[in-house]
C-alpha cells in the first residue's frame, strides 16, 4: 500500500505554513494539520524522531502520519490501560 500525504501552500503567523492532509487507513477519513516546511523535509529524510520534529503536533496527528490511523480509530484498536 503507498502512503499518500497531500501538502498545500498556507500563510500562518505561527510560522507553519504547510498544510499536510493524510487519509486514515481504517475510516477513511481525511485529516488535515499544520507544520514547518523544513521539519517535514527533515521527516521525509528520516533526520529524526517525529516527536523532536513536530513537538507542536499532537500524538494524534503524529501517529497518523507515522502509522496511518487516526487518533479514533487507535484509540478503538489500542484503549488506553486503566
Known amino acids: ?3 499518500t500525504i497531500h501538502t498545500e501552500e498556507a500563510v500562518r503567523e505561527d510560522g507553519r505554513t504547510l498544510r499536510l492532509t493524510r487519509r486514515c487507513d481504517w475510516c477513511r ?3 488535515s494539520m499544520f507544520v ?3 521539519d517535514f523535509e527533515k521527516f521525509l529524510a ?3 524522531y517525529i516527536q523532536n520534529l513536530f513537538p507542536y503536533l499532537t500524538a494524534d496527528e503524529r501517529e497518523l502520519l507515522l502509522n496511518g490511523f487516526c487518533g479514533p480509530c487507535f484509540d ?3 484503549p488506553p490501560d486503566e
Open 46 to 48: 528520516g533526520y529524526s
Open 36 to 38: 514547518q516546511p523544513g
Open 1 to 3: 500500500m503507498t502512503t
Open 76 to 78: 478503538a484498536f489500542c
Open 29 to 31: 477519513g481525511d485529516v
